[in-house]
């Protein structure tokens, strides 16, 4: 059955006993935002924004804002909870062809631009850039590793591991749409940004439905909490 933010509305305020406030908190503000994502169906640009945000509100915390370590752990505690395998089946199924070809485009790999951004500086902006751990200036080869590490994610069914190169992938895509580096509604990222959209809103119900069958876990603290007292 194809659950809908209504379902998942209707069961946060059927079991809403059953959360301590931080989870209820983060679930309501997850599916207000998929719901504002459902709505914008037409518009890929709009739609991968609001998704990635009822994702951000998912997953979000004190805990995954540490960096790359955090956010693995939480997608490994996904792929563990999902008895079904929803996220297996999308990532090898649903959209194997647009996840190869996502993996593989050097726009959506951050590196890339940096060594654009490198390359157009002055020299001492290139200068103290390339101090920086692992120089922006070889791109190319870190780009070939990253896609044989993400086709032997693929080969060993290593779904955690794909699941976050995904998202790392669709990160990039999200910091150049939200900052202003993409043309709304431009042909020339057109395919990056539908399967963006596509992929976050087959994953938010899997995400969202874990959660709620699942209210006792330790999902760590909200990164912003509700504030009921007036500051000064």
């Given at each position: 059955?194809?659950?809908?933010?209504?379902?998942?509305?209707?069961?946060?305020?059927?079991?809403?006993?059953?959360?301590?406030?931080?989870?209820?908190?983060?679930?309501?503000?997850?599916?207000?935002?998929?719901?504002?994502?459902?709505?914008?169906?037409?518009?890929?640009?709009?739609?991968?924004?609001?998704?990635?945000?009822?994702?951000?509100?998912?997953?979000?915390?004190?805990?995954?804002?540490?960096?790359?370590?955090?956010?693995?752990?939480?997608?490994?505690?996904?792929?563990?909870?999902?008895?079904?395998?929803?996220?297996?089946?999308?990532?090898?199924?649903?959209?194997?062809?647009?996840?190869?070809?996502?993996?593989?485009?050097?726009?959506?790999?951050?590196?890339?631009?940096?060594?654009?951004?490198?390359?157009?500086?002055?020299?001492?902006?290139?200068?103290?850039?390339?101090?920086?751990?692992?120089?922006?200036?070889?791109?190319?080869?870190?780009?070939?590793?990253?896609?044989?590490?993400?086709?032997?994610?693929?080969?060993?069914?290593?779904?955690?591991?794909?699941?976050?190169?995904?998202?790392?992938?669709?990160g990039v895509?999200?910091?150049?749409?939200?900052?202003?580096?993409a043309?709304?509604?431009?042909?020339?990222?057109?395919?990056?940004?539908?399967?963006?959209?596509?992929?976050?809103?087959?994953?938010?119900?899997v995400?969202?439905?874990i959660?709620?069958?699942?209210?006792?876990?330790?999902?760590?603290?909200?990164?912003?909490?509700?504030?009921?007292?007036?500051?000064?």
């Open positions: 059955m194809t659950m809908t933010p209504d379902d998942l509305h209707q069961r946060l305020r059927e079991q809403r006993d059953l959360f301590n406030e931080a989870h209820s908190t983060r679930l309501h503000r997850a599916i207000s935002w998929w719901r504002a994502a459902k709505e914008q169906d037409g518009n890929a640009d709009l739609q991968f924004i609001t998704a990635w945000i009822a994702l951000s509100a998912c997953s979000v915390t004190d805990e995954s804002q540490a960096g790359e370590d955090g956010l693995l752990r939480l997608i490994e505690r996904f792929v563990a909870l999902d008895k079904e395998q929803a996220i297996y089946n999308m990532l090898w199924h649903q959209y194997s062809g647009p996840v190869k070809a996502l993996l593989k485009n050097q726009f959506v790999y951050g590196p890339f631009w940096d060594a654009q951004r490198l390359n157009s500086g002055g020299g001492e902006y290139r200068e103290g850039r390339e101090h920086r751990q692992g120089s922006v200036s070889d791109w190319k080869a870190r780009f070939e590793r990253s896609s044989v590490e993400a086709l032997n994610c693929l080969s060993r069914k290593k779904v955690p591991e794909l699941l976050a190169l995904t998202l790392e992938r669709l895509l999200k910091a150049q749409v939200i900052g202003g580096g043309t709304f509604n431009s042909r020339v990222n057109r395919e990056q940004v539908e399967t963006g959209a596509g992929l976050l809103m087959t994953l938010l119900p995400v969202l439905n959660m709620l069958e699942h209210p006792h876990d330790d999902w760590g603290e909200l990164a912003f909490p509700v504030v009921t007292d007036q500051i000064l």
